[in-house]
């Protein structure tokens, strides 16, 4: 009995049945509304049944039958891929799909390099990218949406794993003329008094404010960005310090006033940068080669004074 649905259509449906809208789908999968709508029509006809309720401007929701159908199809597109893999093993060609995250604190600076060292290794790698905080990082390496991630050691749940890198030490980050900016290095409690911008994303906010609640210390925040380039820029135009692991290679705000990086010394605990991944969903071929570039590119090319500056690859 021929099939009566391609991999394409099943790709098609599981994107509309995760975002519950065929033009947010369109534009996951990179191809037209009109087709999209085609795939499912098509689904639906050949299976005699409803895979969506189609609600006027509030897009579709999924059937009770339309949800089984999704499921399924995740497992058939699954299996599929580990055609892909079966073959990289035979052939030994690391090669195909590879999705990564990375921690959107320090994604702009890592990322871009590392991706176009890895792809010019490895160009037959068909590699896309996501900027997540941390909370969405874990639920997208649990629901398979990501083969793996950049992030810190922050919180790691047990069902994920986590290979470090680099150890990365925590900056005060003020503008040139904040009192404390002639400092060789600071604690939380010569901070504790000043104002704060505060980078408040998931998990990441708690670690920054654990240098002063180990310390029995509560710091005095004005603001609070959930953007690492906004931060800077308030931190450069003199509305606080702020606390960071990352030292760019430039002390530059994005909007181009100067900054200061000083050493946070004390009861302070440095974060590791590393890779995290699903717990016993097994590496492919590709997955280890990112591991073995990444350890390569980061570990061994990161310096003490300007950490994450990963030279390209030639």
Do not use: W
């Not at 995760?18 to 009109?34: H, L, R, T, Y």
């Not at 404010?209 to 509560?218: D, K, Q």
């Not at 974060?271 to 073995?292: C, N, P, R, Y």
């Amino acid at each position: 009995m021929p099939l009566r649905f391609t991999l394409r259509q099943l790709e098609y449906l599981v994107a509309v049945g995760d975002s519950g809208s065929i033009a947010m789908a369109a534009e996951k999968v990179n191809v037209s509304s009109p087709s999209i709508s085609a795939a499912i029509s098509q689904l639906e006809a050949e299976f005699g049944l409803a895979l969506f309720v189609r609600k006027h401007a509030h897009g579709l929701s999924l059937t009770q039958g339309g949800k089984q159908f999704v499921a399924q199809a995740k497992q058939v597109l699954a299996e599929a891929a580990k055609l892909n893999e079966l073959a990289n093993q035979i052939t030994g060609k690391v090669r195909g799909p590879l999705s990564v995250g990375c921690l959107v604190t320090f994604a702009q600076m890592v990322l871009p390099q590392l991706r176009h060292s890895f792809i010019q290794a490895y160009p037959e790698v068909d590699f896309t990218q996501v900027e997540h905080n941390q909370v969405e990082i874990f639920a997208a390496l649990r629901s398979a949406k990501l083969d793996i991630a950049l992030t810190y050691d922050l919180d790691i749940p047990s069902d994920l794993s986590f290979i470090p890198l680099v150890t990365l030490p925590p900056y005060a980050v003020m503008p040139p003329n904040h009192p404390l900016a002639s400092r060789d290095q600071v604690t939380p409690r010569d901070l504790s008094e000043y104002p704060m911008i505060l980078l408040d994303l998931p998990l990441s906010s708690d670690y920054f404010l654990s240098h002063f609640t180990a310390n029995a210390l509560r710091p005095h925040i004005v603001e609070r960005t959930r953007d690492m380039g906004v931060m800077q820029s308030m931190v450069a135009n003199g509305f606080g310090y702020s606390i960071a692991n990352i030292r760019p290679l430039t002390d530059a705000a994005p909007d181009g006033r100067r900054l200061r990086y000083i050493p946070l010394t004390g009861s302070v605990r440095p974060m590791k940068l590393g890779l995290a991944l699903a717990e016993g969903a097994g590496i492919s071929l590709t997955v280890q080669a990112f591991i073995d570039h990444a350890r390569a590119e980061i570990t061994l090319n990161s310096t003490p004074g300007l950490h994450l500056t990963v030279p390209r690859s030639s």
